[in-house]
């Protein structure tokens, strides 16, 4: 956004008088343009600091040259001194104050810095000198810029939802494809318990993020999150029946002008009733980097041990390492979100210990400012260290592979800012080494949303 900016502004600049005040040496005229476009090189080679520098000694000799202030906006935006580019953008406008152009640049600055009021002062004077400078949706986002970033202000952050709906579910227990099973030599029938079995439900979810900066001024952050999911099925199943998961989190964030680091400790419960318990206690991190205005790295990882109630065989440690990337498309409306991640577990058992490959692709849209659409595909191997069954193993199986493809599509509709409806779409398909664990699932929901 800042780069689009400032390339703005320099071609506003062309239709413009040179200097208000131009130097009388042409020797002196050269050598503060060449001196700009070293500081053009610096920003375009992300040196926003010794751009910031240089600009800062020339702005002592020419505190009128209007090219300089723009180059100044754009290193004082790239090194996070916001109250500086706001200085620097009022003086050209102060030059020109019947530009719109002009007054438009200098509301995108105020909207950048976090300062509405300025923002909103700014936008109605660039309206009135040109009333078709800008659109109707141009200027929702402008404000939502402004709101946003006005936040970053508060030293207590939080942002919750609430989700309460019905869904289907072609196969909750994860039932099998056939019931006629063959291992080794022979064809086993297994009990109709062991299909698929579909059903009608209702489901609950929430979530909490919270955050508290350190100090004033400080890039720090003391923060977590709070979350639920729950669902009922309405017919009487012989394996989740009930599933309930919750987490818990707390830790630290680094936020700076082009990266965010984020470290906490977590502890998690999941419920399949009847039958198990699973509670996990680790750590996650994750750090996002922008390489680009556009354009985000983002590397996820996390570590945890978990202990089952029936199953102990399951009890070890499970982990996960990722690299994404996160493409920002339309100013931030829309973006694509694509990466692979490195999972594997150490259990008291290789039959339920493995190492695997995930690779996933999201596409996030944003419509009207009502209408959110997000598909998504997915794809995981989970090699195990074992057979999947004694039974299995004794007639020959090897090592189980999971072969794991989704898919899915979500749509939310926002009636309000705080109330939204929401429908999705979600298709799981298991491909097996081992017959026990041949199946397909889809899953249809849809539930009214409630956000702060």
């Known amino acids: 956004m800042l780069k689009r900016l400032a390339f703005s502004l320099l071609l506003v600049f062309l239709a413009l008088p040179v200097f208000a005040a131009p130097l009388e040496m042409p020797g002196a005229r050269l050598a503060v343009a060449e001196y700009m476009e070293q500081a053009k090189l610096l920003l375009r080679d992300g040196k926003g600091e010794e751009a910031w520098k240089m600009l800062s000694r020339l702005l002592r000799e020419e505190p009128d040259n209007p090219q300089l202030n723009v180059l100044l906006t754009e290193a004082a935006f790239a090194t996070g001194r916001d109250n500086q580019a706001i200085a620097a953008m ?16 200098l509301a995108k600055a105020y909207a950048r810095a976090g300062d509405e009021a300025g923002y909103a002062s700014e936008m109605q004077e660039a309206l009135r000198l040109d009333p078709g400078i800008m659109d109707e949706d141009q200027q929702y986002d402008l404000a939502k810029v402004a709101e946003r970033q006005a936040q970053r202000y508060d030293r207590f952050l939080a942002a919750g939802r609430l989700a309460l709906g019905v869904l289907w579910d072609s196969n909750p227990t994860g039932g099998l494809d056939n019931l006629d099973l063959d291992i080794g030599p022979f064809t086993f029938r297994l009990s109709d318990d062991a299909g698929k079995k579909p059903s009608f439900g209702e489901y609950a979810n929430g979530s909490l993020n919270w955050s508290w900066r350190l100090g004033e001024d400080s890039p720090w952050y003391v923060g977590g999150d709070l979350g639920f999911y729950g669902k009922i099925y309405n017919r009487d199943l012989p394996s989740n029946q009930h599933f309930t998961w919750g987490r818990a989190s707390l830790g630290l964030r680094h936020v700076g002008a082009k990266h965010l680091f984020d470290i906490r400790g977590k502890i998690e419960n999941a419920g399949y009733e009847p039958f198990e318990s699973m509670t996990a206690k680790g750590g996650e991190a994750s750090f996002v980097y922008a390489l680009l205005p556009s354009f985000q790295l983002i590397a996820r990882g996390g570590l945890e041990n978990r202990l089952y109630m029936e199953h102990d065989e399951k009890d070890g440690t499970y982990w996960n390492a990722g690299l994404y990337g996160r493409l920002l498309i339309n100013q931030g409306r829309h973006s694509l979100l694509g990466g692979v991640r490195y999972i594997g577990s ?27 659409v997000s598909p998504f595909l997915g794809w995981r191997q989970t090699n195990y260290r074992d057979a999947s069954a004694t039974l299995t193993k004794i007639f020959g199986e090897e090592d189980r592979t999971d072969y794991m493809y989704m898919a899915g599509i979500g749509f939310t509709w926002h009636w309000t800012e705080h109330l939204a409806t929401e429908v999705g779409w979600q298709y799981v ?24």
Do not use: C
């Open 346 to 372: 150490s259990t008291g058992t290789d039959r339920w210990s493995y190492e695997g490959a995930e690779a996933t692709l999201r596409l996030d849209m944003s419509f009207f400012h009502k209408l959110d």
């Open 429 to 452: 398909k298991n491909n097996s080494t081992s017959p026990f664990y041949r199946y397909d699932q889809h899953q249809i929901n849809t539930g009214l949303v409630f956000s702060f």
């Open 90 to 105: 009022e003086r050209v406008v102060a030059a020109y104050p019947d530009n719109a152009q002009l007054r438009q640049a």
